[in-house]
């Protein structure tokens, strides 16, 4: 079973994100803690199911949804959700 943090929503012109992480998925490999332009990532306090110290979003006022840290993740275990998107979605379904 996998273990998802979501953030609270984030907005920033005119979107809406949240940052979800996979915590079971994360080896603690802080790529995406480095790449992050704003430092708004950290590792948490605790071990994830495998041992690791999993990504944390410390700082989720000053992410900008710049995508870099789910790009670079090589796990997949970090990404965004856009709420705008799945909002469109919905109205157009
Ligand atoms: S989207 Fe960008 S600013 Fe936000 S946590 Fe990821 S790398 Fe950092
Ligand atoms: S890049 Fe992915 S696997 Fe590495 S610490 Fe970040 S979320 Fe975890």
């Given at each position: 079973m996998s273990s998802h943090v979501v953030s609270k929503p984030i907005s920033s012109r005119g979107r809406t994100w949240r940052v979800v992480i996979n915590e079971d998925y994360c080896k603690g490999c802080g790529i995406c803690i480095m790449?992050?332009?704003?430092?708004?990532?950290?590792?948490?306090?605790?071990?994830?199911?495998?041992?690791?110290?999993?990504?944390?979003?410390?700082?989720?006022?000053?992410?900008?949804?710049?995508?870099?840290c789910e790009y670079n993740c090589p796990d997949f275990a970090i990404y965004l959700e856009w709420e705008q998107k799945k909002e469109r979605a919905k109205q157009e379904a």
């Open positions: 790449v992050c332009p704003r430092k708004c990532l950290d590792f948490a306090k605790y071990f994830n199911s495998k041992g690791y110290y999993p990504a944390t979003l410390s700082k989720p006022d000053d992410c900008i949804g710049c995508l870099l």
